[in-house]
């Protein structure tokens, strides 16, 4: 299966700081890679798809970029609803699989 | 809008079995993909199962694969996961998903359920 590998772990930034998460395949995904975003509680929402395309509704402030094995999500400027936890996921192959999660805590 | 609402956790031994439902509602569930993924508590997302539109196809998780059975009715806009010989480390919330439809095609999942928690504890 492929392993998504996501870094770092936790980062740690102020509201209208740069947020630069990292997520790594084992093997190429093409850009069969989609971006979540989890808060305390909530279901997971979709932020990003096909690596970078944004979904209905969310704000300009998160992009992605990346193809193969490395791939980006940037939010330009948090927001104070930001901070959280972000999944990345491939689609690329059965099984499909997420990555391990990066939290973007206030610091 | 559309709505998915799993129902079905709870309490359940182990070696026992349990069966979810997730109730879809907004949208054309005959022309839809259906997934199961759960969370651990304060753990991580997996993605455990995928039935196409018609059930014509599943795909399984392999940590699964054989215990669980993902079906769906779509009569009454309901998709199920059955779960047997249920262990510890099932121990979760469990979402359903609806793969992606319009510009964004194919096994991403675009509206996830509120999550149902199952607890395998004797």
């Known amino acids: 299966e492929i392993v998504l590998t996501q870094s770092p772990a936790t980062l740690s930034l102020s509201p209208g700081e740069r947020a630069t998460l990292s997520c790594r395949a084992s093997q190429s995904v093409s850009s069969f890679l989609a971006w979540y975003q989890q808060k305390p509680g909530q279901a997971p929402r979709l932020l990003i798809y096909d690596a970078s395309n944004r979904a209905t509704g969310i704000p300009a402030r998160f992009s992605g970029s990346g193809s193969g094995t490395d791939f980006t999500l940037t939010i330009s400027s948090l927001e104070p609803e930001d901070f959280a936890v972000y999944y990345c996921q491939q689609r690329s192959d059965w099984p499909l699989t997420f990555g391990g999660g990066t939290k973007v805590e206030i610091q | 809008q559309v709505h998915l609402v799993e129902s079905g956790g709870g309490v359940v031994q182990p070696g026992r079995s349990l069966t979810l439902s997730c109730a879809a509602s907004g949208f054309t569930f005959t022309n839809s993909g259906m997934h199961w993924v759960r969370q651990p508590p304060g753990k991580g997302l997996e993605w455990l199962a995928v039935i196409w539109h018609d059930g014509s196809t599943k795909y399984y998780a392999d940590s699964v694969q054989g215990r669980f059975t993902i079906s769906r009715d779509n009569s009454k806009n309901t998709l199920f996961l059955q779960m047997d010989s249920l262990r510890a480390e099932d121990t979760a919330v469990y979402y359903c998903?609806?793969?992606?439809?319009?510009?964004?095609?194919?096994?991403?999942?675009?509206?996830w359920g509120q999550g149902t928690l199952v607890t395998v504890s004797s």
């Open positions: 998903a609806r793969s992606c439809a319009g510009d964004c095609f194919g096994a991403f999942f675009d509206y």
